[in-house]
């Protein structure tokens, strides 16, 4: 059981104990997910599994099936060097984006993540709205967001100075470090962040440094990093799978292949915890169905008049407040939507040719 608590397995876990399940089976956590099978670990050994028929057939959707970070029920063969799992844990956070295409298909990113590590790069690569997509995705899981600033050797002081106080602007109770894989003062930092028994993650885009910065906390190059060629060959990620890795002082990190766009978005709790300024404003409007278009006290065209709050990043919530709504209709009424939409098209295009 240490061997478990040594890997992140909490009093909330215990709780969630399926007597029955346990009475049969051993318990695991999954360290990775490969095409076919799984790795996974008491908290020694990485172990090769596979899933038990019934779990396989039983389960309805992607999101059934175990993903890295994973708390699972399995049985041990051959001296511990084969698994086969037979059920999963209830998640107390789930990373997960939504495939876009007809059926609603979610992709499991990672479970069980206690801080998410948001990175984007200082240079090309910032921008305010799309971490404002990832904030939304990481507090809709109930994960603690960490936002870093990387390849801060490519900038001077004030202007990294500048770009943090307008991250601090968007995510005030957020903590926020910028860094550089060549500066180890600044590496010694993030590393003194990490936990024992705590399960990080590393999130966005490609190229921003996280398998570098990986490498960096662990002090050598195990994990492949994009180089130059890679690079010109655009379009490709350097890093194709998420594996939970294991740090010296105990803390677990997982890498992830950098996304390119976050998917589509089903959330609320995310949205109302990101944006909870704009929510407040809302409150404040003279009419409760306001539309904050041209109402007469409205307090958030006020506070955009005043520069309180910007107008992109408005503008940013209502879009995603609006895919939200769309991916949260059932499919059935997705379908009319394309239907009356495609009905209208078609009147127009009759309009048209006549
Ligand atoms: N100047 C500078 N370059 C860096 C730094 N960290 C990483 N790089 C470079 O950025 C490129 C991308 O680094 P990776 O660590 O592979 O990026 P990644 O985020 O893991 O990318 P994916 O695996 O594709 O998602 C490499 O060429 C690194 O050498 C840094 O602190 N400063
Ligand atoms: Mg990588
Ligand atoms: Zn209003």
Redesign the pocket.
């Known amino acids: 059981m240490d061997d478990l608590k040594n890997i992140g397995y909490s009093n909330w876990f215990e709780n969630q104990v399926n007597a029955e399940m346990l009475a049969a089976h051993d318990i695991a956590r999954v360290v990775a997910v490969h095409k076919d099978s799984y790795t996974v670990t008491k908290g020694g050994n990485e172990i090769f599994a596979e899933l038990s028929g019934n779990l396989l057939y039983s389960s309805e959707s992607a999101g059934d099936l175990p993903t890295t970070g994973d708390w699972v029920y399995a049985d041990f063969f051959d001296d511990d060097t084969h698994a086969i799992i037979y059920g999963v844990f209830p998640r107390k956070t789930l990373l997960k984006r939504k495939r876009a295409g007809k059926v609603v298909d979610v992709q499991l990113i990672a479970a069980n993540l206690d801080v998410a590590f948001i990175i984007q790069s200082l240079n090309e690569n910032f921008n305010l709205r799309r971490l404002e997509r990832y904030l939304v995705m990481v507090n809709e899981s109930g994960i603690e967001p960490i936002i870093l600033l990387?390849?801060c050797?490519?900038m001077s002081k004030e202007d990294i100075e500048q770009i943090k106080q307008n991250v601090l602007d968007i995510a005030p109770n957020t903590q926020v470090i910028a860094f550089?894989?060549?500066e180890q003062e600044t590496i010694n930092l993030i590393k003194s962040l990490l936990k024992q028994a705590m399960t990080y993650c590393l999130l966005?885009s490609?190229?921003?440094?996280?398998?570098?910065?990986l490498n960096s906390i662990i002090g050598n190059e195990t994990f492949e990093?994009?180089?130059?060629s890679k690079?010109q060959s655009k379009g490709r990620?350097?890093?194709t799978s998420r594996q939970l890795v294991r740090l010296d002082n105990g803390a677990m990190i997982i890498?992830t292949?950098?996304m390119r766009e976050l998917g589509s978005l089903a959330v609320d709790e995310g949205l109302d915890e990101t944006f909870s300024e704009i929510l407040a404003l809302e409150q404040n409007c003279k009419f409760s169905n306001c539309s904050h278009t041209n109402e007469k006290g409205c307090a958030i065209l006020a506070a955009i008049q005043a520069e309180e709050l910007s107008e992109q990043r408005y503008q940013n919530y209502l879009k995603m407040r609006k895919e939200s709504e769309f991916n949260q209709m059932s499919y059935v009424e997705k379908r009319k939507k394309d239907k009356d939409f495609g009905k209208m098209v078609k009147t127009v295009m009759k309009h048209k040719q006549r």
């Open positions: 990387s390849k050797d490519l550089s894989n060549l966005g490609s190229g921003v440094g996280k398998t570098t910065l990093t994009q180089t130059v690079i990620h350097t890093t890498d292949p950098g």
